[in-house]
C-alpha cells in the first residue's frame, strides 16, 4: 500500500483548497480542475492532486478571479432592506449578497445591523476572531452615523456621554463620543445592545430616523465602496482595539 504523501506546511492539494474555499463538493471541485476549468497563477492547472501553498492562492476559476484565504474575514457595505440573521425572515439575508464560495462556507455577521440599518458588516468563518471581535471585554469602538428627527442639541449629547438607562438594564449606558450637527449625530459606542443606538437616542428626547454604521475598530467604509459590495480584510488587527 502506497505511503500518503506528506505535504509541506501550510500547503494542500488543488482539488482540497477548491473544497476549502467553497467551491463545491470535492467531485465537483476535482471536475472543474479536470475540465481545465482552474488557472493557478495564470496557468492552468488539470491535476487535482497538484500541491499549492493554502493562503493567498491567485486562481481563476470558471472564470472568477479568487485569492484564496484559510480563514475568511470580509466587510460589507450592507444596504437597507436586509437581515444580519442567518435564518431571515420577512426580508432577504445579507448572505444574499455573496458570492457562492462564500455563501457556502457560513459566513457569520459579526454583530447585527437591523433590515433598515446600512453600512459596514463584518462577516468570518473564523471562530476565534468572531469571539474576539464580539466580546463584551474588548470594547471594540463602531461609529453610526445618526440622522434624527429633531436637532441634536448639546445636552443631548452630554447625557449620551454621561449615560442614559435602557428598559433592560438597571446600569446607564454610556456613548464613548458624540458630536451634533443640527439634526446629525455622530455616536461612537463599545457595547453592543439589541436596537442599542435607536433606544438611547430615544432616551434623550429625540428619534433615529436613519442609521448608518461608518467605521468598526480603525475599519472605516470607504467612501468608493457602493451599498451591497464585499471586500477582503487581509489583516483582523485593524479591527481590534
Known amino acids: 500500500m502506497a505511503k500518503k504523501q506528506r505535504l509541506p506546511a501550510g500547503h494542500q492539494h488543488l482539488c482540497d483548497i477548491l473544497f476549502d474555499q467553497g467551491f463545491g463538493e470535492r467531485r465537483t471541485c476535482d471536475g472543474l480542475i479536470l475540465h481545465g476549468l482552474v488557472q493557478v497563477n495564470g496557468q492552468t492547472v488539470d491535476d487535482p492532486e497538484a500541491v499549492f501553498p493554502a493562503d493567498g492562492l491567485d486562481m481563476v476559476v470558471e472564470g ?54 446600512t453600512g459596514l458588516l463584518l462577516m ?7 469571539h474576539q471581535l464580539t466580546s463584551p471585554k474588548k470594547n471594540v469602538p463602531k461609529v453610526y452615523e445618526v440622522g434624527c428627527k429633531h436637532p441634536v442639541t448639546q445636552a443631548m449629547c452630554d447625557k449620551l456621554l454621561k449615560g442614559v438607562v435602557l428598559d433592560d438594564d438597571p446600569e446607564p449606558v454610556a456613548a464613548a463620543a458624540a458630536e451634533a450637527d443640527t439634526l446629525h449625530l455622530r455616536l461612537t459606542l463599545l457595547q ?41 480584510i ?8
Open 124 to 130: 468570518t468563518d473564523d471562530g476565534p476572531l468572531l
Open 192 to 232: 453592543g445592545k439589541y436596537h442599542q443606538v435607536k433606544r438611547m437616542v430615544a432616551a434623550v428626547g429625540n428619534r433615529v430616523e436613519t442609521l448608518h454604521r461608518s467605521q468598526i475598530g480603525r475599519l472605516t467604509l470607504p467612501d468608493d465602496m457602493p451599498a451591497g459590495q464585499w471586500r477582503w
Open 64 to 117: 472568477q478571479p479568487w485569492v484564496s484565504h484559510v480563514r475568511a474575514l470580509i466587510m460589507l457595505h450592507k444596504p437597507a432592506g436586509y437581515e444580519c440573521s442567518l435564518k431571515p425572515g420577512a426580508w432577504p439575508g445579507v448572505h444574499n449578497l455573496l458570492p457562492p464560495p462564500l455563501r457556502r462556507r457560513g459566513l457569520q455577521p459579526v454583530g447585527r445591523l437591523d433590515q433598515d440599518t
Open 234 to 241: 487581509d489583516d483582523p488587527a485593524i479591527v481590534l482595539p
